[in-house]
T-cell receptor
Framework: DAMVIQNPRYQVTQFGKPVTLSCSQT?????MYWYQQKSSQAPKLLFH???????NEADTPDNFQSRRPNTSFCFLDIRSPGLGDAAMYLC????????????FGQGTRLTVV | GENVEQHPSTLSVQEGDSAVIKCTYS??????FPWYKQELGKGPQLIID?????GEKKDQRIAVTLNKTAKHFSLHITETQPEDSAVYFC???????????FGSGTQLTVLP
């Protein structure tokens, strides 16, 4: 089945140690998004790629970076995780930004120790 | 930019009753309004969406209504079942911010 797959489902990292989360899609969608979701809150958009064009949200900390080497894969890099970065990280895709259905992956739960 | 407000934050209903969740948006140019269901530990899943050229849409027990003049839209779930228990998010997009702006979520609990 076509889907959005995130790996790993659970990630534990040490304070300050770089970590990478991955997302892949079989939908061939042009747009890939990364959201951060903290407990009992709505997903917060960090950035998105429209094809190869990277679009950063104004309030996304510099600590968060992203790479999209091809249509199918997108990575979220956290350069120096702090305790406040512990959250669920959600990847989503859509055909066009904002006017078509966004498909979400199951998320990666990041714990910082 | 867009601002989406969602009410109530928690909602408990008896099994078989109806549930209604309401959202308002601020950007009159927004034209796409999806609803997502999120179960514990999982990613959001689209359950229904509506575009600005339509006033109402139904899919079995779920319906969404849109009032563009008042800038609000609502989710209606009829004949609720325990498996409907989850967090529901409304969202809006298509205006000045092409990406989805989410409401704050509603924790729906269906009591058996």
């Amino acid at each position: 089945d076509a889907m959005v797959i995130q790996n790993p489902r659970y990630q534990v990292t040490q304070f300050g140690k770089p970590v990478t989360l991955s997302c892949s899609q079989t939908l061939n969608h042009n747009v890939m998004y990364w959201y951060q979701q903290k407990s009992s809150q709505a997903p917060k958009l960090l950035f998105h790629y429209y094809d190869k064009d990277f679009n950063n949200e104004a309030d996304t900390p510099d600590n968060f970076q992203s790479r999209r080497p091809n249509t199918s894969f997108c990575f979220l890099d956290i350069r120096s995780p702090g305790l406040g970065d512990a959250a669920m990280y959600l990847c989503a895709t859509s055909g066009t930004p904002g006017y078509t259905e966004a498909f979400f992956g199951q998320g990666t739960r990041l714990t910082v120790v | 930019g867009e601002n989406v407000e969602q009410h109530p934050s928690t909602l408990s209903v008896q099994e078989g009753d109806s549930a209604v969740i309401k959202c308002t948006y601020s950007d009159s140019a927004s034209n796409y309004f999806p609803w997502y269901k999120q179960e514990l530990g999982k990613g959001p899943q689209l359950i229904i969406d509506i575009r600005s050229n339509v006033g109402e849409k139904k899919d079995q027990r779920i319906a969404v209504t849109l009032n563009k003049t008042a800038k609000h839209f609502s989710l209606h779930i009829t004949e609720t079942q325990p498996e409907d228990s989850a967090v529901y998010f409304c969202a809006a997009s298509g205006g000045s911010a092409r990406q989805l702006t989410f409401g704050s979520g509603t924790q729906l609990t269906v009591l058996p």
